[in-house]
């Protein structure tokens, strides 16, 4: 992922590709104040199915929009199927 992204930064000047893992080492607050600074996209999940059972969890109000039918489609499913 590293290589494709220095690659990609390379063929648009004056960007940066940033090889960081902002989730350790006391980044994830900077990273926050990054996201919300520069208005960045923050995806709350990889998009898969099977990483989106933590999201089931969470009260809808707390949850944007776009993911609220999502959500309910697959607690529909689990309900029905009898998983967790």
Request: aromatic content about 10%; hydrophobic content about 30%.
């Amino acid at each position: 992922v590293s290589a494709a992204g220095l690659e990609a930064a390379q063929q648009y000047p004056g960007t940066e590709y940033w090889d960081r893992n902002w989730r350790k080492g006391g980044l994830q607050q900077r990273r926050g104040e990054i996201v919300a600074e520069m208005h960045f996209y923050n995806q709350l999940w990889c998009g898969c199915e099977f990483s989106m059972g933590h999201l089931c969890e969470r009260d809808p109000a707390e949850l944007p929009d776009y993911i609220r039918p999502l959500i309910q489609a697959k607690k529909k499913a689990m309900h029905e199927s009898g998983t967790r």
